[in-house]
């Protein structure tokens, strides 16, 4: 199937968004079982982390963690949001830095300013979009973050986005009084989809979307750690506890250039093939062999790759042992944890 294709189904009782380009699987986002990443929270200061300067904190949904936090005593009310999906066994990790997003403008209350994505280059759509913004922002002591979204889009969208961001933002963050609650519940597959997923695309919301679009067949195979990388080469992406395992392999190709290609196609891969599967957190890579010169060409692939990602990622470096290690946020429901 040609053409950008959004199929919004269900799978295991899970809300499913996918996401295909030309036909192949190219994002995922499932419903998991925890709070929501973007949930927004009134939160207790529980009880400081000595030495690391965090500090626990009661959410209804259980215990929750924040770093780097000075000057917190137990017992203070403060707003937090949920970055990401909790580990099994662990507290929900926030941020005291909230943010409140929507398809065309993201308001952050603690950074004051306009701003306007990068994406959008020509001046004349810039300044068109600026007037509007600042028309809905009068007045207002927090940020706004124009999207690339707002690109070509109606100004009477954008305006409405604005000012429906604004009022939530000041709703929420002038109400402090109170025991810990839930205040914003975090978008479901389906809405990230709508506010994050550019346009054009054929949506596809019947139930069944995800076998006529070819995605369920996709989603299976992911089940698989191996994943094929063409000319025999492959590699392994495989989850434990303490982090994730990727293996790369040449396979029959013993050309003295085998380690390098088998490493390009790793890299280029990697980033759909983590999203795909939610995985993040500490990743590994064990690499095929290849000269010490040739990394800097491997590098600038796993950089290109991943500069198109949406999913913040951090290039750590090489190991010692010559290993490549990422850091990457844990936005995404796992698919190894699907049943």
């Not at 937090?80 to 999906?85: C, D, E, Y």
């Not at 068109?128 to 706004?144: F, K, N, P, Q």
């Not at 994943?227 to 392999?249: C, F, I, K, Q, W």
Request: aromatic letters at 4%; glycine letters at 10%; a negative charge.
């Amino acid at each position: 199937m040609k053409g950008r294709v959004i199929a919004l189904d269900h799978m295991a009782g899970r809300q499913v968004a996918a996401l295909l380009q030309d036909g192949r699987l190219q994002d995922l986002l499932i419903s998991g079982d925890g709070p929501v990443p973007g949930a927004i929270y009134r939160a207790m200061a529980d009880r400081p982390v000595k030495g690391q300067g965090g500090m626990f904190l009661k959410t209804p949904d259980g215990s929750a963690y924040l770093r780097q936090v000075k000057g917190l005593s137990p017992g203070t009310p403060l707003l937090v949001q949920v970055t990401g999906h909790a580990e099994p066994g662990k507290a929900i990790p926030v941020t005291s830095k909230v943010l409140f997003k929507g398809r065309y403008a993201i308001i952050t209350p603690e950074s004051p300013g306009v701003n306007v994505s990068r994406q959008i280059r020509d001046d004349d759509e810039r300044e068109r979009i600026l007037e509007t913004a600042h028309d809905v922002m009068t007045d207002s002591t927090m940020g706004l973050i124009l999207r690339s979204a707002c690109e070509g889009s109606s100004l009477d969208d954008v305006a409405e986005d604005i000012a429906a961001m604004r009022e939530l933002a000041e709703a929420v963050t002038s109400d402090l009084a109170g025991n810990s609650e839930l205040l914003v519940a975090g978008d479901t597959p389906h809405a990230l989809a709508w506010r994050d997923w550019p346009l054009p695309a054929q949506i596809d919301r019947d139930a069944g979307s995800l076998d006529r679009s070819g995605a369920l067949d996709q989603i299976e195979t992911l089940q698989d750690d191996r994943v094929d990388l063409g000319a025999g080469a492959s590699m392994y992406v495989e989850p434990t506890r303490a982090l994730v395992a990727v293996d790369v392999n040449t396979g029959s190709d013993t050309s003295p250039a085998a380690g390098l290609k088998a490493n390009i196609a790793a890299a280029r891969d990697l980033p759909r093939q983590l999203r795909l599967r939610g995985l993040g957190g500490q990743i590994v890579v064990d690499l095929a062999p290849m000269p010490k010169k040739e990394r800097r060409g491997f590098e600038g692939a796993l950089r290109a790759a991943f500069r198109a990602c949406s999913v913040d990622t951090t290039l750590v470096g090489w190991t010692t042992l010559g290993h490549y290690e990422l850091q990457r946020k844990r936005d995404r429901f796992p698919l190894p944890e699907l049943s």
